[in-house]
């Protein structure tokens, strides 16, 4: 649980980079039809959450750098006893300040006649351009009417700065609250993963594995962080496989990518394990390659180390190991220079993790790979997808094996949260034994 006076810390630190004469406001991510008169469960926007901490739509933080008067403010919807019969619990204005850390909050509905008063006077307006355009044509509406109130533009900010940028590099390095609760969405989808292995029996559909893990996420007060990739046999090789409706066939290999989502912060957890629970003497060969790829990649993940190494450690061994079991010809360094591993190995071997899966953050500065610094967290997951259609030799074809863990970096070396899924042949076939 991250605390109130970490999200005014934030808040505080981001009015220091915006600069003083300035004024920042971010809007709420609205709800969001599913069908009929059904809603989306909500979910705040994750760069609102982050500097507030409120899950509820219809909201705009404004923050003001100035020296003197009120700094934080929120606009919400004010607590409405006869629409919370309906709808359940509003934090309302009130509460907003008592909880939340605001200096003071507003009913959404005095926006367009107080938020203009703020704006005015100040030079600079800060806010995540172009993406809301109703919130863009808001905006513009109310600098409109300072115009029309003053007669006169310099009172009229005259600079647009987008947010975006300050604020991804800004949740790009974690906290240790925020690492406390990546670590418990790591634990709660390790125990889904173990959950899953423990049930899993031959004959049986993919999406009853898929119950065990909504199960086990729910009663620990958890959520999928995406939609769980669960593909037997074949279906281990289509990357985004989301239908988990085939039987599984005992020999088949089954793997899951499923992550829960804990106080807003993911975990991003892949784990292939075979349907019967005994790996084939071919499926430990091809897993031990992955296996060790997806170890020499980690063993990369230290401070000072650039992005791309870690992810070229994991292609090496990849290669080699493709080489090795004579999946591809040729020598290391014509694999590695014509790309042939491609043809099984297609994607980046990770990408950041935070209050998104795939968290913000750059991975290029400048054409530059960026550096890794303390307390970044990402995740690492080779792969080798050898398909049906492939032309690897007969006996490979069919089989895919990716393996993922959610890494921090730290200077002591990579810290990995999601330890407690079971990762090795062992760990694996002695927790499916039971
Ligand atoms: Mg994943
Ligand atoms: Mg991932």
Redesign the pocket.
């Known amino acids: 649980m991250i605390k109130t006076k970490e999200y005014v810390k934030r808040r505080k630190q981001l009015m220091k980079i915006v600069g003083e004469q300035s004024i920042t406001l971010l809007s709420s991510r609205p709800e969001l039809i599913r069908n009929g008169d059904v809603l989306h469960y909500y979910r705040q926007d994750s760069d609102f959450y982050y500097l507030t901490g409120f899950n509820e739509p219809d909201a705009v933080l404004v923050l003001i750098p100035s020296l003197t008067g009120q700094q934080q403010i929120l606009f919400c919807r004010e607590a409405d006893p006869k629409k919370m019969l309906w709808d359940g619990p509003m934090l309302g204005t009130q509460r907003a300040v008592d909880e939340c850390g605001f200096d003071a909050a507003y009913d959404i509905k005095e926006i367009d006649r107080r938020l203009p008063l703020l704006i005015q006077g100040c030079e600079k307006i800060c806010f995540k351009i172009g993406e809301n355009d109703e919130f863009d044509q808001r905006l513009s509406q109310w600098v409109k009417t300072i115009e029309t109130r003053k007669g006169q533009k310099s009172n009229i900010p005259d600079e647009f700065m987008s947010i975006s940028h300050v604020l991804h590099d800004m949740r790009l390095y974690k906290s240790n609250a925020e690492i406390k609760c990546m670590k418990k969405a790591a634990d709660i989808a390790a125990g889904a993963h173990i959950r899953m292995m423990q049930n899993c029996r031959p004959e049986q559909f993919e999406y009853e594995l898929q119950a065990h893990y909504a199960y086990h996420l729910t009663a620990n007060q958890s959520h999928s962080s995406y939609p769980p990739i669960i593909g037997s046999g074949e279906n281990n090789n289509t990357l985004h496989y989301i239908n988990n409706n085939q039987q599984m066939r005992s020999g088949d290999l089954v793997l899951i ?1 499923a ?1 829960a989502e804990y106080d807003f912060y993911a975990s ?3 784990r292939t394990f075979p349907v019967n629970g005994r790996f084939t003497a071919r499926q430990k060969d091809l897993y031990a390659v992955v296996l060790q790829a997806q170890m020499d990649a980690i063993e990369q993940v230290k401070v000072g180390n650039h992005w791309n190494e870690f992810h070229d450690a994991a292609v090496k061994t990849i290669s080699q190991g493709l080489l090795d079991l004579k999946i591809l010809k040729g020598t290391l360094e014509q694999v590695l220079e014509e790309k042939t591993y491609a043809a099984f190995y297609m994607h980046m071997t990770g990408h950041w993790l935070g209050l998104d899966v795939h968290d913000v953050g750059d991975y290029r500065v400048d054409d530059l790979w960026v550096e890794l610094e303390e307390n970044m967290v990402l ?1 690492v ?1 080779p792969g080798i997808y050898i398909s049906e259609h492939s032309n690897a030799p007969k006996v490979w074809r069919g089989m895919g094996v990716r393996i ?1 863990d959610d890494i921090q970096v730290k200077i002591k070396g990579p810290v990995v949260l999601s330890n407690k899924a079971p990762k090795t042949i062992d760990e694996i076939e002695h927790t499916m034994k039971g």
Do not use: A, L, P, Q
């Open positions: 990518d992550g991003d957890i892949t995740t997951e993922e």
